[in-house]
């Protein structure tokens, strides 16, 4: 194995504004040793997810930056290809967070089995993955929606915000989503049971059209999104609305500094809370999380869905297009064959 | 007593920007008939407050807008002198929601009777009052302040915010109090016991000054203000910090839409949680809050402080004067002597 070439992907100058595929590099390697108490893994799936965009700045967050001209990192499923850890056979699928390039080798404790009988393996990257967790604790932990009261989603067709309607949808709310193209509204109102949904790119007054769609005002606002058509719908919540912060993909790429009406008066007035949250926030409660997704989509009360790109080299591309609205659901890239 | 005069301040026209004399008419009327379960209560202080601005503009709020000529009203305490009530005595001294005038007359389910043993009968106006309940469940309820975490409180001289930072020290936290005059720095600095103040009107970059004065960073932003004093110490939050949005009194003038930096990303960035609170959200609480005060002033580790103007020919210019950073603590208007 160890004469196997490894390809790997750098990255090797910082974005300013959105990035292009000339931030990263493509290098070959060989292969490290394996240790005792070691795995080599072959991926064979990875994940790219917006919050990557943050670790490309060179600057102080709760996740330190990529380093430059290092392997990017990021949710890996692969196969143990050879172990020198008693704990894991050749064979096993496991998920951790590895490089983006073809074989990893890591310390035994770096990843965890996939157990493969519950459910496909790319749901350890969605919906029983990060994607899934987040939905699940920052809307019910956070956003706490109650039977009846109105839930605004925006990303609602991305791997996120897909499942938060969904979720909300089964704790007996009105559910609208904010997405990027009509196919995505179609998909949220006729596959997921949405109870409306806004295509921010061609409605020309948002504050109308979420006027519309919400005519009892917004109590939970889940925020994927952050900027103008954030502002639009937290014009609109009702008293003692929630609004868990999960991510501001549109401002993510701006070098400019984020002005806008400040929304302190607005919560004020309304006594409303608004939390930025981690995902990793919750690790200790993931078995609860995992548990009751997985029980959902038993029942048929949650979908899910899969954009999957094939080939290492797609990596790039896969991953700028989370950023032109093109993906409906998880993206991921699929590496290698199981 | 029927026939004495009654002297009443009515709103006569709504501020358009920052209030002025000519907002406010005074006319003389006579007193009611007192009806059964009534009482007539002579106006003995009465209180202005930050929050009465919002009330002048017509617009919808947690609380209904003032009426354009009719008397406005607020935090009263008085002497009832008539009474048609078995559950109270002439002489009673009580609390209620009454006009800015010389006599109510009230039912009595309208008023509270204040127990005049306590501490000084003001004190329902301020430390044992709306502003003590504030600044108690706004600061321990929502900003959670721990041992040897810093709290920044703006407004630091006013009646909520001298309160704030002197329980966040009884707490164990590093307090700095953000105010607008080197009379109340000093106040709040030598006499309260904060560990540093910022004069905002002298003080040519805010975020360099409230760097040096919190070096370890902002756990718990105590907000009364808003604006771009707000900008500044939202700047320097650590992960995990709490802003309460008490007020927002830099804003309450303004005609218009309040823009600046968008704070979603910092909150996202710093898993921070701000929330927009009312005291009356804390009503079933009130008695803990009062209990705790009133044993913190017995003990020496609160200290309060009034500014007390005499006639009720002068409320307007009090009102006015919470606008200008004139008064440090809470601003009284006494009518008549007890």
Request: glycine fraction near 10%.
């Amino acid at each position: 194995m160890s004469e196997a070439v490894n390809n790997q992907i750098l990255l090797s100058s910082r974005p300013v504004g959105v990035p292009t595929r000339d931030n990263f590099t493509f290098i070959k390697s060989s292969i490290p040793e394996v240790n005792d108490n070691q795995l080599l893994i072959r991926t064979l799936y990875l994940s790219v997810d917006p919050y990557m965009r943050g670790r490309m700045n060179d600057q102080k967050s709760y996740i330190p930056p990529f380093q430059l001209d290092q392997v990017i990192t990021g949710g890996v499923i692969g196969e143990v290809i050879e172990t020198k850890s008693s704990e894991f056979q050749v064979g096993d699928v496991v998920l951790g967070l590895l490089g983006w390039q073809n074989y990893s080798v890591v310390d035994a404790g770096e990843v965890q089995k996939i157990d493969t009988n519950i459910a496909p393996i790319t749901t350890a990257l969605g919906v029983l993955g990060m994607p899934g967790m987040t939905a699940y604790f920052g809307l019910l932990d956070i956003g706490q929606p109650q039977a009846g009261e109105t839930v605004v989603v925006s990303g609602a067709a991305g791997a996120v915000g897909m499942l938060v309607g969904q979720i909300a949808k089964i704790k007996g709310a009105r559910v609208v989503g904010i997405a990027g193209s009509e196919e995505k509204v179609q998909y949220v109102t006729e596959e997921l049971g949405f109870d409306a949904a806004i295509n921010y790119k061609t409605t020309p007054n948002m504050q109308l059209a979420l006027e519309k769609a919400c005519p009892n005002g917004v109590d939970v606002y889940f925020d994927n999104v952050g900027g103008p058509i954030s502002d639009a719908v937290l014009s609109l919540i009702n008293q003692g609305a929630r609004i868990p912060l999960c991510g501001q993909i549109s401002l993510y790429n701006s070098e400019k500094q984020d002005i806008g009406p400040r929304i302190q008066v607005q919560l004020l007035k309304k006594t409303a809370t608004m939390k930025g949250f981690l995902v990793t926030q919750y690790t200790d409660r993931y078995h609860e999380g995992m548990t009751q997704m997985a029980q959902w989509i038993k029942e048929g009360k949650i979908k899910y869905s899969e954009n999957i790109v094939e080939g290492l080299e797609n990596v790039p591309e896969a991953f700028l297009g989370l950023f032109t609205g093109e993906n409906t659901g998880k993206q991921l890239v699929k590496v290698s064959d199981c």
